[in-house]
């Protein structure tokens, strides 16, 4: 009988012949070598695209975590790649370092950050795969391989955004900062205000972001800062109980759209403001308890307030089931092949929808806007791109689809979504180049 796996909001399924949780690299080689294909790689099921869908087997890195070695005088560390990043805040932590950026969930395995391009915000902050100094991964024949900035840049960067295809990754080598402390501020403004002055208010702190909620009129905008003052008590949030009444709202005041706005709008403009200083790992994460799927695109910079204020009209006008808050970040520009960030500076959009409703309808109508102006997926979030597409928005892209043959010319690690992606034709007895 086969296995059966989800994502964690439970939209992509799978009932693989094998879940495979080997305890070591050696354990892996093996499975590379011998498993029933094609071969997916499982981090945290924090993606919402079928990146780990198989019905050959699923290998779950979940045992190949912790720290390896470290370096204190440059701040480096090595761990293994199925380490949460819950974990690795506070392994980083005990040896006083800490990742220099990070996103709102604390859950995914670093390999599968890595491999997805997942990114916290700042114009001059890096995604998780900028960090990268040498990486260990298994290709598709089962033969360990390590890349270095030092002697393999080329590689490091068509590897290190590799979407679990080019070689499931073992160990990472990461470039941090010295431990930290943070100031963080939450205050509300009115949407047009932040729209107009967005490049002045996103690069005037070393991390900032922007929540709007729909109907709300308003955005909740949080900065952060480095700090060296004393840490003080970081507020109680109270998201998950928001939700919850944004939900109720939307559902007994559906035919009262005045209403359901004029309630939001004076909740929201009067939420309170936040300010406290922390430790980095006390800072980036909050609680994600209710399950949601999520687009997200990653645009050129100066399209963002252009891209979301036609995604507010959108979602106001023909989606008002949707009560979720859209993300607004930023992310400094890069040199990795299939980066999402590759050579500009960007603004990231992030629209998401109750994992109770059907998702499809909302993110179908909204993509079409972000691909207008110039947007580039994120790979582990829902869209409807294949290799044309990505064609077109990665100039590395050739390059890279060489790199990966290279690592698997037998295409151990292709599904038949990941051949879509690709552009690989599957033949009738499997996936060819």
Same mark, same amino acid.
């Given at each position: 009988m086969?296995?059966?796996?989800?994502?964690?909001s439970?939209?992509?399924?799978?009932?693989?012949?094998?879940?495979a949780t080997?305890?070591?690299?050696? +354990?892996?080689?093996?499975l590379?070598?011998?498993?029933?294909?094609?071969?997916r790689v499982? /981090?945290?099921?924090h993606?919402?695209?079928?990146?780990?869908?198989s019905?050959?087997?699923?290998?779950?890195?979940?045992?190949i +975590?912790?720290?390896?070695?470290h +370096?204190?005088? *440059?701040?480096?560390?090595? *761990?293994?790649a199925?380490?949460r %990043?819950?974990?690795?805040?506070?392994?980083?932590?005990?040896?006083?370092?800490?990742?220099?950026?990070m996103?709102?969930?604390?859950?995914?395995?670093?390999?599968?950050?890595l491999?997805?391009?997942?990114?916290?915000s /700042?114009?001059?902050?890096?995604?998780?795969?900028t960090?990268?100094e040498?990486?260990?991964?298994?290709?598709g024949?089962?033969?360990?391989?390590?890349?270095?900035?030092?002697?393999?840049?080329? #590689?490091?960067?068509?590897?290190g955004v590799? %979407?679990? =295809?080019?070689?499931?990754?073992?160990?990472v080598t #990461?470039?941090?900062i010295?431990?930290?402390?943070?100031?963080?501020?939450?205050?509300?403004?009115?949407?047009?205000?932040m729209l107009?002055? !967005?490049e002045?208010?996103?690069?005037?702190?070393?991390?900032? @972001?922007f929540?709007?909620?729909?109907?709300a009129?308003?955005?909740? !905008?949080?900065?952060?800062?480095l700090?060296?003052?004393p840490?003080?008590p970081?507020?109680?949030e109270?998201d998950e109980?928001?939700?919850?009444? %944004?939900r109720k709202?939307?559902t007994?005041l559906?035919?009262?759209?005045l209403?359901?706005?004029?309630?939001?709008? /004076?909740?929201v403009?009067?939420m309170? =403001? &936040?300010?406290y200083?922390?430790d980095w790992l006390n *800072?980036y994460?909050?609680?994600?308890?209710t $399950?949601?799927? @999520?687009m997200?695109?990653?645009l050129?910079? +100066?399209?963002?307030p252009?891209?979301?204020a &036609?995604?507010i009209?959108?979602?106001?006008?023909h989606f008002p089931e949707?009560?979720?808050?859209?993300e607004?970040r930023?992310?400094?520009?890069?040199?990795f092949?299939?980066?999402? !960030?590759?050579?500009?500076?960007?603004?990231?959009i992030?629209?998401?929808h109750?994992a109770?409703?059907?998702?499809?309808?909302?993110?179908?109508?909204?993509?079409p806007?972000?691909?207008k102006?110039g /947007?580039?997926?994120?790979?582990g $979030?829902?869209?409807?791109?294949?290799a044309?597409?990505?064609r077109k928005?990665?100039?590395?892209?050739?390059?890279a689809?060489?790199?990966?043959?290279?690592?698997?010319?037998?295409?151990?690690f292709?599904?038949?979504?990941?051949?879509? %992606?690709f552009g690989?034709?599957? =033949?009738?007895?499997?996936?060819?180049r």
């Amino acid at each position: 009988m086969a296995a059966a796996w989800s994502n964690w909001s439970g939209f992509v399924t799978a009932s693989p012949q094998l879940i495979a949780t080997p305890a070591d690299a050696g +354990e892996l080689v093996e499975l590379v070598r011998s498993a029933p294909g094609p071969l997916r790689v499982a /981090g945290a099921g924090h993606s919402f695209t079928p990146l780990v869908q198989s019905d050959g087997t699923i290998v779950s890195l979940e045992k190949i +975590e912790g720290l390896v070695s470290h +370096e204190a005088a *440059v701040n480096r560390a090595r *761990v293994r790649a199925g380490t949460r %990043l819950g974990a690795l805040m506070q392994i980083l932590q005990d040896i006083g370092q800490g990742l220099p950026n990070m996103g709102d969930i604390d859950r995914q395995a670093i390999g599968g950050a890595l491999g997805t391009a997942t990114h916290g915000s /700042g114009s001059s902050l890096g995604a998780y795969h900028t960090q990268l100094e040498a990486l260990q991964l298994v290709d598709g024949q089962g033969k360990l391989r390590e890349y270095s900035r030092a002697d393999d840049l080329d #590689m490091i960067h068509a590897t290190g955004v590799a %979407l679990g =295809s080019f070689g499931v990754l073992t160990e990472v080598t #990461m470039n941090n900062i010295a431990t930290y402390r943070l100031r963080r501020r939450k205050w509300v403004l009115p949407v047009g205000d932040m729209l107009r002055d !967005f490049e002045t208010m996103m690069a005037a702190h070393r991390s900032a @972001e922007f929540y709007y909620i729909p109907f709300a009129d308003y955005v909740q !905008f949080i900065a952060s800062d480095l700090s060296d003052a004393p840490p003080t008590p970081r507020p109680t949030e109270d998201d998950e109980e928001g939700l919850a009444t %944004l939900r109720k709202l939307r559902t007994t005041l559906r035919w009262l759209p005045l209403l359901r706005r004029a309630l939001i709008r /004076g909740a929201v403009k009067k939420m309170p =403001s &936040e300010d406290y200083v922390q430790d980095w790992l006390n *800072v980036y994460a909050s609680d994600r308890r209710t $399950k949601f799927n @999520e687009m997200e695109y990653h645009l050129p910079y +100066e399209e963002g307030p252009k891209a979301l204020a &036609e995604i507010i009209a959108l979602t106001e006008k023909h989606f008002p089931e949707v009560y979720f808050p859209m993300e607004v970040r930023s992310v400094a520009p890069d040199e990795f092949w299939l980066s999402p !960030f590759y050579k500009r500076l960007t603004c990231s959009i992030a629209i998401h929808h109750d994992a109770a409703n059907d998702p499809l309808p909302f993110m179908r109508a909204a993509e079409p806007i972000f691909r207008k102006y110039g /947007g580039r997926p994120h790979w582990g $979030k829902m869209h409807g791109l294949k290799a044309a597409d990505f064609r077109k928005l990665y100039p590395r892209w050739d390059d890279a689809m060489a790199v990966r043959r290279d690592i698997d010319p037998k295409n151990r690690f292709v599904s038949p979504y990941m051949a879509g %992606l690709f552009g690989i034709e599957p =033949s009738p007895f499997g996936i060819r180049r």
